[in-house]
């Protein structure tokens, strides 16, 4: 099990950049698969982006390819999301989730672990 705590929301014009950081602890760290999720108001929550254990596999979701990255520091125990190029509809409450598998999924009942979110507004 990890303890997760995001970071690094706010609100922001569109166009902006913003990096979510998510704080982990617990001794098997480096054996959590992790991902983004986002809910926004009166939608169902939503796979953003997942990284592998080791960091060497990542997936993001169509929408935001080439605009967001996910990366990883085993060694900190921490979890990024960067950001571009942000879009009205990025709005979002944004989740860091783990998973003790080294592998990731798309779907969110595959994780065990949750963050309590951390708020991104954009503004057109």
């Known amino acids: 099990q990890v303890q997760l705590v995001e970071s690094g929301g706010g609100l922001v014009q569109a166009g902006d950049s913003l990096q979510l950081s998510c704080t982990a602890s617990?001794?098997?760290?480096?054996?959590?698969?992790m991902a983004w999720f986002r809910q926004a108001p009166g939608k169902e929550r939503e796979f953003v982006a997942a990284i592998s254990s080791s960091g060497t596999l990542t997936k993001v979701r169509n929408s935001v390819e080439g605009r967001f990255t996910i990366s990883r520091d085993n060694a900190k125990k921490m979890v990024y999301l960067q950001m571009n190029s942000l879009k009205p509809e990025d709005t979002a409450v944004y989740y860091c989730?783990?998973?003790?598998?080294?592998?990731?999924?798309?779907?969110?009942?595959?994780?065990?672990?949750w963050g309590p979110g951390t708020q991104v507004t954009v503004s057109s």
């Open positions: 989730a783990g998973r003790s598998r080294g592998y990731y999924t798309l779907n969110a009942r595959d994780y065990d672990d």
């Open positions: 617990g001794r098997d760290f480096f054996r959590f698969a």
